[in-house]
């Protein structure tokens, strides 16, 4: 079985050196059969954008000579394309202009606009050839080489993928195919880092002028995360096309379908795993296409002796975030909390993403988790001219790391974690005046970060407290609201080991409109769970001693009260 290319995103090289590769030419035929001058395609990131704007790139791109063009032939030997009219009509045909932005990350906007110029210059220089042709005057030509030298101002760079189109398409005689790979890199840096209007505008300047009615272009092609809104940068692009990850085109050409995962597993004598591929790694929705993450599975099957490893979500820092949930309102952190729970949120979804109102408003929030692989949507509903959907956390994977956030919020507070394991271990043992002391010190000193004001504030609390219980899952199974006996319990830690003690809990916050004290509100929640009889199902799984146990809230203080 062919090794599989961990890490490799060029097409020219995955099959230069033999390795395995997913079929998706049939992107190629996509593209052209579709009369569509400006393709916008957003995917989340390692989802394979980069191996098809690399496979247009070497099929479209003119070889220099035969040798080249035959050489270049054979990396599309044995693949479906090869068996398309199109292919023999446009192979080797077009001058290409590649750009990636993908490693432009700096943090002010004078390191950027370095690392931009010096991209811009390596792809002028691609085409040096022009330097010695009439394509150019020779006011033109000292232009041309001060990009590739990396003197000119940026105002020349921004208006340089125009200049270079033109110059491209009378020197060839046929318009050139324009390839821009992650232009909202730098944009994700810029807003984190504070440069945001700076970046912007630049890219505003260097698509709009580059692609906004060029007739000297064939078809142009960008990928990136998210599409910036229109009133930023593509808000002169009147001729661009998006598919985003809700619509049903080009669903099928990144990431994984169940095909190709079967397929992949079976070659790799893993079709015994699919089970737990599916948990780790499946759930994302593309149009209506079944998509698995191909970093992780690619990963996984690489190194199957090291087990199920969070591969993808360790791509990335996630700062910002966790920075966006940590900001964001009471509403979407009692939200997550339902996601956490397997509990879809119905919400909105903008496609364009306003990086200036991500922090407060809701709908950017999830639209942008939703666009980052953070969530997947699912049952579409057109209301009032919106367009809603049902958003879940995708897989396990990814459910990991909303805990991992939690939990890190807590740790990076002056709650200390040796003081959580001695939390954790209070509760676990039964020692409910330790963990009644801790757990206020928590509360008092975390929740600082959230509002815990207003309606469903209960469901912040229970966020919390679940995140903190991460810890014990090695030795516990910790479930939230799960029906037992007449109803749902807030949450119930069930040990492995059945001899040892099981706790249910109940989340109660004081009723202040009923004038409602601490010791009412701890005794309305131990009634809850003596009457409810949380207890049922526990016991059926063979738990021999458990606890109950009441939680009472009130802002930043609370309070716990035991039975049995």
């Known amino acids: 079985m062919k090794e599989l290319p961990v890490g490799i ?5 995955i099959m230069e050196e033999g390795l395995y590769f997913v079929d998706k030419s049939l992107f190629i035929k996509e593209i052209l059969d579709k009369k569509i001058d400006a393709f916008l395609l957003p995917r989340p990131r390692r989802f394979g954008k980069t191996i098809n704007l690399t496979m247009l790139r070497w099929f ?49 906007f004078e390191a950027a606009s370095i690392k931009i110029k010096s991209l811009i210059a390596e792809e002028f220089a691609r085409h040096d050839y022009l330097l010695e042709s009439d394509a150019l005057s020779e006011s033109e030509k000292k232009k041309f080489a001060n990009i590739i030298s990396e003197e000119a101002e940026l105002a020349i760079y921004e208006d340089s993928l125009k200049k270079l189109t033109k110059r491209l398409h009378e020197y060839h005689g046929q318009k050139p195919l324009v390839l821009i790979d992650e232009y909202d890199t730098p944009i994700h840096s810029a807003f984190h880092y ?53 619509s049903q085109r080009f669903s ?34 593309f149009g209506e296409t079944k998509i698995y993450n191909p970093w992780s599975i690619v990963n996984f099957v690489s190194r199957v002796e090291e087990g199920f490893k969070p591969y993808w979500i360790n791509t990335s820092s996630n700062e910002l975030i966790k920075d966006l949930i940590k900001n964001s309102s009471q509403s979407v952190k009692s939200q997550l909390n339902d996601l956490l729970k397997d509990n879809p949120v119905i919400m909105e979804i903008n496609e364009n993403i306003s990086f200036e109102s991500i922090e407060y408003d809701e709908i950017s929030v999830y639209s942008f ?39 890190k919020w807590i740790k990076q507070s002056s709650f200390e974690n040796d003081k959580l394991q001695m939390m954790l271990h209070a509760l676990v043992t039964g020692d409910v005046e330790t963990f009644e002391y801790i757990l206020s010190m928590f509360v008092l000193e975390t929740l600082s ?60 916050t004081i009723n202040e409109f009923k004038e409602e004290t601490k010791d009412q509100a701890l005794n309305s929640a131990m009634e809850q769970l003596n009457e409810r009889r949380y207890e049922t199902a526990i016991l059926k799984q063979g738990v021999k001693n458990f606890k109950k146990l009441a939680v009472v809230f009130d802002g930043k203080r609370c309070w716990a009260k035991e039975g049995s």
Not at 195 to 223: E, H, M, P, Q, R
Not at 260 to 280: A, F, H, P, T
Not at 379 to 393: G, P, S, T, V
């Open 449 to 508: 970060y959230f509002d815990t004001a207003g309606r469903n504030v209960e469901k912040v609390y229970q966020a919390f407290i679940l995140g903190m219980l991460v810890n014990l899952s090695n030795e516990y199974d910790v479930t939230s609201e799960k029906e037992s006996g007449f109803g749902r319990y807030d949450v119930a830690v069930v040990p492995k080991d059945k001899s040892k003690l099981a706790i249910i809990m109940e989340f109660k």
């Open 369 to 407: 988790l939703l666009f980052c692989g953070y969530l997947k949507a699912f049952d579409k509903e057109r209301k009032n001219h919106k367009d809603y959907f049902k958003l879940l956390i995708p897989n396990f994977e990814v459910k990991q790391n909303f805990e991992t956030i939690i939990l």
């Open 60 to 108: 479209f791109e003119i070889a220099e000579n035969r040798q080249e063009q035959n050489a270049r032939r054979k990396l599309f030997s044995g693949l479906a394309i090869e068996q398309e009219s199109a292919f023999e009509e446009h192979f080797a045909k077009y001058p290409v202009i590649y750009l990636t932005f993908k490693n432009i990350s700096n943090k002010s």
């Open 194 to 246: 504070g440069y945001y209007d700076d970046c912007v505008n630049f890219f505003k300047g260097f698509l709009g002028a580059g692609l906004k009615d060029n007739t000297d272009i064939f078809k142009s092609v960008i990928t990136g995360i998210l599409r910036i809104a229109r009133e930023s940068i593509f808000s002169e692009l009147n001729n661009l096309s998006v598919f985003s990850i809700v």
């Open 252 to 285: 099928g050409q990144f990431g994984l379908t169940q095909k190709e995962v079967e397929k992949i597993l079976d070659g790799y004598d893993l079709k015994n795993r699919i089970k737990d591929v599916e948990k780790w790694y499946d759930g994302y929705i």
């Open 9 to 13: 995103s060029d097409f020219k090289k």
